[in-house]
């Protein structure tokens, strides 16, 4: 069965800093997709980056990059030059089968991050 | 482009009561999945609808249920409301095999 690990329960960090976000993956699957989500306290779930299996280049989306490393089933999220804005929940999730189609996240516990002046 | 809508965003119900969530996708977006989001429990997979069909779903009781409609619209039932259904519902909309949005999500309190 798939499972995401998210061991940094809260993760504390100044403006303007860089932060790693950890996350390991463990499935079975030989295709698979990693995601990272924001979940600010309004709820609401905002995608930040997708990286699949047989991508060989680590994603990036503006701030948000994604060290992938396969061998080590982890699939870590970096910030760059944090903002207050980024304060909030920040899950990892899995979806197994990157090109069926099928749309089954399995997700971490989450990291709460909190960016300080 | 307007974004994944769900309605209503806060719900108030008796135990033993039945729900309605409703969910509206990206326009274009045919997948529709749902999750619950509990402090307990996480994130867990409810069901994901695709073309009107029920393709994958989640280990959760049969008084869960849902449904989708032509214009991709999805509507999740809870019947017979238990405590612990009280829970942030959230509900993403994908094209095939791309990524998954999200909207704000329904949080409902069962009392």
């Known amino acids: 069965a798939q499972k995401i690990t998210q061991t940094q329960p809260g993760m504390f960090v100044q403006e303007k800093e860089a932060v790693t976000l950890d996350c390991t993956y463990d499935?079975?699957?030989?295709?698979?997709?990693l995601f990272w989500y924001k979940q600010p306290s309004s709820g609401e779930m905002i995608f930040l980056i997708y990286?699949?299996?047989?991508?060989?280049q680590n994603a990036t989306e503006g701030r948000y990059s994604l060290n992938f490393q396969k061998a080590r089933k982890s699939a870590n999220l970096v910030i760059s030059a944090s903002q207050l804005g980024d304060s909030a929940m920040y899950f990892c999730?899995?979806?197994?089968?990157?090109?069926?189609?099928?749309?089954?996240?399995?997700f971490g516990t989450g990291t709460r991050l909190l960016v300080s002046p | 482009k307007a974004g994944v809508t769900q309605t209503p965003r806060y719900l108030i119900k008796t135990r033993g009561q039945q729900v309605t969530l409703s969910c509206s996708p990206i326009?274009?977006?045919?997948?529709v999945s749902w999750y619950q989001q509990t402090p307990g429990q996480g994130l867990q997979f409810l069901f994901e609808?695709?073309?009107?069909?029920?393709?994958n779903k989640g280990n959760f009781p049969g008084r869960f249920s849902g449904r989708q409609f032509s214009n991709s619209r999805s509507e999740m039932n809870v019947s017979t409301l238990e405590l612990g259904d009280s829970a942030l519902y959230l509900c993403?909309?994908?094209?095939?095999?791309?990524?998954?949005?999200f909207g704000q999500g329904t949080r409902l309190t069962v009392v």
């Open positions: 993403a909309s994908s094209l095939q095999g791309g990524e998954a949005f």
């Open positions: 499935t079975s699957d030989q295709s698979y997709g």
């Open positions: 990286q699949g299996s047989y991508d060989e």
């Open positions: 999730a899995m979806r197994e089968g990157r090109d069926t189609g099928f749309q089954k996240l399995v």
């Open positions: 326009s274009g977006h045919r997948s």
């Open positions: 609808y695709f073309s009107e069909t029920q393709r």
